[in-house]
């Protein structure tokens, strides 16, 4: 099974700081057909998970440009570049490259 | 497009319960489906796949003989079948298509 692990767990930022976690993977998520499966997503207080980034870097739809994913093989990371009130919640990795595992999740919270 | 998930309850050790996710707003048969579980201690947990036909199954070691995951393509509706349950299943269970979440249904097992 592959493992990811998140770091940090907490986050406290300042609104209008950036902010970014890692998303660690115990093996590469890079695949034959040269994608690599790394998804982001956030799930505010009391809401089901949001899509924001898939495949390392692209932007779902309606995602805010301030989300951005970086990132191959097996580090991968999340930014934000100026951190909103709005941004509060659940942050954590998901890799679909074999079957589906989940990162630990990072707490974001606003100082 | 949406995953609305219902039956979960308050179950006695070693019970059963059927968890059902209606989907609409997209073509259901072209899609694996997937269960995933939340708690605040283990974080997010995979537990059970089935593929478009639903010929071929994924179940997470710690389900695997106890649960069973089905889906009917006429009623566009997901199942996942619980047995032998255990308080450690206690969770929010999660229907999950591709990168789309369901807002989730508690399942609590408990004496």
């Known amino acids: 099974e592959i493992v990811l692990t998140q770091t940090p767990l907490h986050l406290s930022v300042t609104p209008g700081q950036p902010a970014s976690m890692s998303c660690r993977s115990s093996q590469t998520l890079l695949q034959s057909d040269g994608k690599t499966y790394l998804y982001w997503f956030l799930q505010r207080p009391g809401q089901s998970p949001q899509l924001l980034i898939y495949?390392?870097?692209s932007r779902f739809s309606g995602v805010p440009d301030r989300f951005s994913g970086s990132g191959s093989d097996t580090d991968f990371t999340l930014t934000i570049s100026r951190v909103e009130a709005e941004d509060v919640g659940f942050y954590f990795c998901m890799q679909t490259s074999h079957y589906r595992t989940f990162g630990q999740g990072t707490a974001l919270e606003i100082k | 497009a949406q995953l609305v998930e219902s039956g979960g309850d308050l179950v006695q050790p070693g019970g059963s319960l059927r968890l059902s996710c209606l989907a609409s707003?997209?073509?259901?048969?072209?899609?694996?489906l997937h269960w995933v579980r939340q708690t605040p201690g283990k974080g997010l947990q995979y537990v059970s796949a089935?593929?478009?036909?639903?010929?071929?199954?994924y179940y997470a070691d710690s389900v695997k003989g106890r649960f069973s995951i089905s889906r009917d393509n006429s009623k566009n509706t997901l199942y996942l079948q619980m047995s032998s349950l255990r308080p450690e299943d206690t969770a929010v269970y999660y229907c999950?298509?591709?990168?789309?979440w369901g807002q989730g249904t508690r399942v609590t097992v408990s004496s």
């Open positions: 999950v298509m591709s990168t789309l």
């Open positions: 089935i593929s478009i036909y639903g010929n071929n199954t």
């Open positions: 707003g997209f073509t259901f048969s072209n899609y694996a």
């Open positions: 495949e390392v870097s």
